[in-house]
């Protein structure tokens, strides 16, 4: 089995306890990192604008949601909200969350979207996953409108030391995992998490990414002492 489909077929199982888990093992905290995200993407576009909105690697739809209460909160107009994922099985659960939002079962770096089509391209913790990364990038500038809007929200590679990073890198080798296994019954996936970041870019490689890929960057910010980060950048 390939890579990436080895990385499908993970969240396919851990899909029931997805959310539980994910809330539980982030204290809560990424609802607010993915708020804050959206409501500084919202306030680049007019108010008069419908926007046309994009998220991949979904998942269960965290992210929609936010799309939908920052929107509210700052009145702006939203067109449409379409979720990717190549899950299934995360994609089942998002469909019983959100009755009215299309949801799409294909990869980041094939999106069955025209070119030029949406506004706004949002990713939250899912680029480390996509194998074809490159490619993937190069595939949401096709689909963005000039001067259409990507966000992307990862945990990168850490580069810094003291005590918050040794605290940080003990809770994602030692701690996530147990009680991750606990509540999916999969320790593999939640071990997988932490390696997944170390085997990701630093925050200015994967600027320098974006920027090959046809982007220039809007505005960086970490959260929770660089345990998160926000890429923004607008499409050329």
Known sequence: MKKQDKIIAMFDDISPSYDKANRILSFGVDVSWRQRACKKVLRCFDSKNALKILDVACGTGDMIQSWQESAKNLSKKISSIRGVD?????????????KDIEFIQALAQD?????????????????????????????????????????????????KGGFV?????????????KIG????????????????IDDFLSKDEFMQELREAGFEMMFYESFSFDVSSMFIARKL
């Open 181 to 196: 296994a606990y509540l999916s019954n999969n320790k593999e996936a939640y071990e997988y998490l932490p390696n997944s």
């Open 111 to 159: 999106l069955p979207i025209k070119d030029k089509e949406v506004d706004i391209l949002s990713i939250s913790y899912g680029i480390r996953n996509v194998v074809q990364r490159k490619e993937a990038l190069s595939e949401f500038a096709r689909v963005l409108k000039k001067d259409g809007i990507l966000l992307v929200l990862e945990f990168t590679r850490r580069e």
């Open 86 to 98: 190549p899950s299934g099985g995360m994609l089942g659960i998002a469909k019983s969350k959100f």
């Open 165 to 177: 990073a040794i605290f940080r890198d003990f809770y994602l080798k030692y701690i996530l995992p």
